[in-house]
């Protein structure tokens, strides 16, 4: 995605390194908040980000149909009540156009572009013991040397790219959601297959269907999926979520998920039939609520589950209808929430549409893309114009993985998360001195948090650690290696009580051929998290090695 040019690079591998204090990897929700904090405590640092502006996440997913799945009001940076209410959201769940534009706008207020460097992807990064300082190389061959290192890389930003043989063979186009073109697709006419009915698959299905001649969706694993209510803000609606600044910014930091509701039923204590009028009414909230905040027990008791699974299938049966569509849309084998839940708008309706097709692949998977379209594995073929790869990503691990990071005595992270992937709170990982991480494993994150929650309490946990770190005129942090078991400990014992790693998703790892298996989002809580990583800051950052 480089736009640099070829004298350019020759220049840059020429030029001496680039001296910081700190290189923030990322200029998303996470990496702008990081330089914008750093910059504040009169550091050098300067952002570095592949793309060519800002966004991370919603500059790259660009794919038709891609909105949020949290309500914007809620998605914002909540560290200024004068940024929060400068934005106006157009409606309930923006759109990535908007998302992408609220980040630039960010961006421009906080003045943070002079500070990043566009279309540069940082290759290698390699911690020089002698020095204690990190030495970055980016694709065209610049060195950057610095005492910090933050990775605000995203947790869903390494896409699962070549998965079917016979890719490049293909005439017509083929695109991946993440990588979606920023020039307009015209789809009217063509013959469009998509492959993934995750949340972006399922926000594609329903946003292409009616523009395309014909559409045919592969389908391998069944998805519960839950309504979304999306309406159109008046300003009224924007005062009126503005007003709540001040006890949004208090709450939702300290819920189970970081979204503004938390669990207040208990399974037990109510009558089958009161339970059901509390499900009918979180449901009528067309949101994630029924999700993350109608009843914990959904990810504990293998009978509640059931019986919550079984209301989401019921309400998916009644707007599919067809039996054959409910074989294979409905999910029968794992329980509601065990996987990330999408919300949709009139997703399973597509499905009754004369001009889509439904492709189940579990039995019968896709062997390869041949010239004209996609081959199954029993010799089936169908011709397309478009294929659309909403395939997913490698996880929490990839971002980090696909860089060549070294760390104390030249070991590799590649290597190690390769056998064993381990982080101290999702913050640091041991062996790796001043590398500071937001939305790697063992943190909650995308999985089981609204990011941006999440993301901000990272930032600042970082920020505030390196500002101890040089009013205390101590150069360089690595947790111990006792902290780090201590922290993968407590986090498996965590996931081990939920049903969670009975699921077979990215929530796993499962989705990666090889990736060593274990739940990657902290699922404790992101208030319990966040009085963890506060408690440690008390103790003098406790389990955290300073000199
Ligand atoms: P997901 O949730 O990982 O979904 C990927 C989809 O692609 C899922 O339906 C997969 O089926 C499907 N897939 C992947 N490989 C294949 C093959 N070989 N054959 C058929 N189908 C395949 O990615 P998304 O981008 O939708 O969402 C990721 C997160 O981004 C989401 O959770 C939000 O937090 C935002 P499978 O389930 O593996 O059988």
Redesign the pocket.
């Known amino acids: 995605m480089s736009e640099i040019s070829v004298d350019e690079k020759k220049t840059n591998s020429a030029a001496a390194p680039l001296k910081l204090d700190a290189a923030v990897i990322g200029a998303g929700v996470a990496g702008l908040y990081q330089l914008h904090l750093l910059r504040q405590q009169g550091m050098n640092v300067k952002a570095f980000d592949a793309a060519s502006g800002v966004g991370g996440t919603w500059y790259w997913n660009r794919y038709p149909g891609a909105r949020f799945d949290s309500e914007g009001y809620i998605y914002q940076y909540l560290f200024s009540e004068e940024l929060y209410k400068g934005w106006s959201w157009s409606e309930k769940f923006p759109g990535q156009p908007e998302i992408e534009q609220w980040l630039n706008w960010v961006a421009d207020k906080l003045d943070l572009r002079k500070d990043i460097q566009f279309n540069t992807r940082i290759r290698s990064a390699r911690f020089n013991e002698a020095t204690e300082r990190w030495i970055l190389t980016t694709d065209s061959g610049q060195t950057i040397d610095t005492q910090f290192l933050v990775t605000c890389c995203g947790m869903?930003s390494a896409p699962l790219t070549d998965?079917f043989p016979g890719q490049d063979s293909f005439k017509g186009k083929l695109y991946y959601?993440s990588m979606y073109p920023k020039d307009p697709v015209d789809l009217s006419g063509k013959r469009v297959g998509v492959?993934?009915?995750?949340?972006?698959?399922i926000q594609v299905i329903q946003t292409i269907a009616d523009k395309v001649d014909h559409l045919t969706v592969?389908v391998?694993?069944p998805?519960y999926v839950l309504p979304m209510k999306n309406p159109k803000y008046t300003p009224a609606d924007q005062e009126a979520y503005k007003a709540r600044f001040k006890e949004l910014a208090e709450t939702l930091p300290r819920t189970f998920t970081g979204f503004e509701y938390d669990f207040e039923n208990k399974w037990a204590d109510l009558t089958p039939a009161q339970r059901r009028e509390v499900l009918e009414d979180i449901y009528a909230d067309g949101s994630l609520k029924l999700w993350l905040a109608s009843f914990g027990e959904i990810f504990f008791d293998e009978d509640v589950s059931e019986k919550v699974s079984e209301f989401v299938r019921e309400k998916m049966r009644e707007r599919l209808k067809d039996q054959r569509l409910c074989d294979i849309l409905i999910p029968k084998d794992y329980g509601f929430g065990t996987h990330?839940v999408p919300l949709e708008m009139g997703y399973l309706e597509v499905y009754c549409r004369p001009n889509v097709d439904v492709v189940p692949?579990k039995n019968n998977?896709?062997a390869r893309v041949t010239p004209d379209g996609i081959q199954l594995q029993d010799g089936t073929e169908y011709n397309f114009d478009v294929i659309i790869l909403?395939?997913?990503?490698d996880a929490g691990s990839g971002a980090l993985t696909r860089m060549d990071i070294h760390g104390r005595g030249g070991r590799s992270l590649t290597g190690e998360w390769g056998r064993d992937i381990r982080t101290t709170m999702g913050l640091q990982i041991h062996g790796y001195p001043n590398l500071f991480t937001t939305a790697t494993p063992l943190a909650p994150s995308?999985a089981l948090c609204n990011m941006t929650t999440c993301l901000q309490q990272q930032v600042e946990w970082i920020s505030n650690c390196i500002k101890y770190m040089r009013e205390h005129n101590l150069k360089v942090c690595e947790p111990t290696r006792e902290a780090e078991d201590r922290w993968v400990k407590h986090h498996e014992e965590t996931a081990a009580a939920t049903l969670v790693p009975k699921t077979v998703?990215?929530y796993m790892g499962s989705?990666v051929k090889g990736k060593p298996r274990r739940l990657l989002s902290y699922i404790g809580g992101v208030g319990t998290y966040r009085q963890k990583c506060d408690e440690v800051a008390a103790k003098n950052y406790e389990g955290f090695a300073m000199h």
């Open positions: 869903l998965l959601t492959i993934g009915i995750g949340a972006t698959g592969f391998r694993t998805q990330r692949v998977p896709i909403a395939t997913g990503f995308a998703s990215w989705n």
